[in-house]
């Protein structure tokens, strides 16, 4: 069997439905803490949760293969603790974990990564046969804090990055890459890098968006104490607004100007150039 734990979340269904293309759907289990949300995937569902470590082995009997996603609150190291714990207790044969771009690096300005990092490590230690995808930045990630959106709205997308670049990938690459591991079994004691097919800067960006929307958007450089200002003012929230600023200093220093070819070699497919990417989601960028 192949398990795929938050199987009723985005990159969880998506990632099941990718590896059904690939193996006999009667091999795949969906895991989560929300079995009924994935009733419409075709394959079996059962419940599993990390705060729930007993019942999580014992879903995991007879796993050959785990995708273990990782947890988006911020009890996630002791939840991954356990689910590696699992694992282990249930004779998986292969973990494969979902990461962020350059985890084991010190100095990372990314608040997430201390925790991505010792997951990492706990996982190597474990004495599993494992695989870490890093992925690098989604590309969904401009359209669901509204950058993108506001951008095209305005004619304006603000920047603070200068000339830093980003490997933004598509989630839906993202899943197809986990299937392909999961599916083939490949790529054990591999942490690998996944991204897009380029690194690309703001003006990149906003060009793609000219390209894909017919909306003209240009690039305007700001300094990094107006930058969340620039966001607010289009209507992004507060939060949102800081988070993307700080994002925007650490592409400026070049923590996510990563390329690699993972996608195509893993998948036998390129990764979706960021242009393709709006243009089919042109409906989620213009009014």
Not at 131 to 149: C, D, H, K, Q, S
Not at 153 to 162: C, D, E, F, I, M
Request: hydrophobic share 40%; glycine share 10%.
């Amino acid at each position: 069997m192949i398990a795929v734990t938050g199987a009723s979340g985005n990159l969880g269904s998506l990632t099941v439905r990718h590896l059904i293309q690939r193996t006999d759907a009667a091999r795949v289990l969906a895991l989560s803490r929300t079995p009924e949300r994935s009733a419409g995937l075709g394959v079996k569902i059962c419940h599993g949760d990390f705060d729930e470590p007993d019942t999580l082995v014992r879903a995991l009997d007879g796993v050959e293969r785990l995708l273990i996603i990782s947890i988006g609150t911020d009890d996630r190291l002791p939840k991954h603790a356990r689910a590696i714990d699992a694992a282990a207790k249930a004779g998986v044969g292969h973990v494969v974990f979902t990461s962020i771009t350059r985890a084991g690096d010190p100095g990372h300005p990314n608040p997430l990564v201390p925790d991505y990092g010792a997951t990492e490590r706990m996982l190597a230690n474990s004495g599993l046969p494992f695989t870490v995808l890093r992925f690098n930045v989604w590309v969904e990630m401009l359209t669901l804090i509204g950058v993108a959106p506001r951008a095209v709205a305005t004619g304006v997308l603000p920047s603070n990055s200068r000339d830093g670049r980003i490997g933004h990938l598509t989630r839906d690459d993202s899943a197809a890459v986990a299937a392909a591991v999961l599916a083939e079994g490949g790529s054990q004691g591999e942490i690998l890098e996944v991204t897009g097919p380029e690194a690309v800067t703001d003006t990149d960006i906003a060009a793609a968006l000219t390209e894909a929307t017919g909306h003209r958007v240009r690039c305007e450089d700001v300094s990094d104490a107006e930058h969340p200002q620039r966001l607010v003012d289009q209507g992004i929230s507060e939060h949102f607004a800081h988070g993307w600023s700080t994002a925007g200093i650490a592409k400026r220093n070049g923590w996510y100007d990563i390329t690699t070819h993972t996608v195509q070699r893993l998948t036998g497919e390129p990764a979706t150039p960021l242009t393709d990417y709006f243009a089919a989601h042109r409906a989620d960028l213009v009014d």
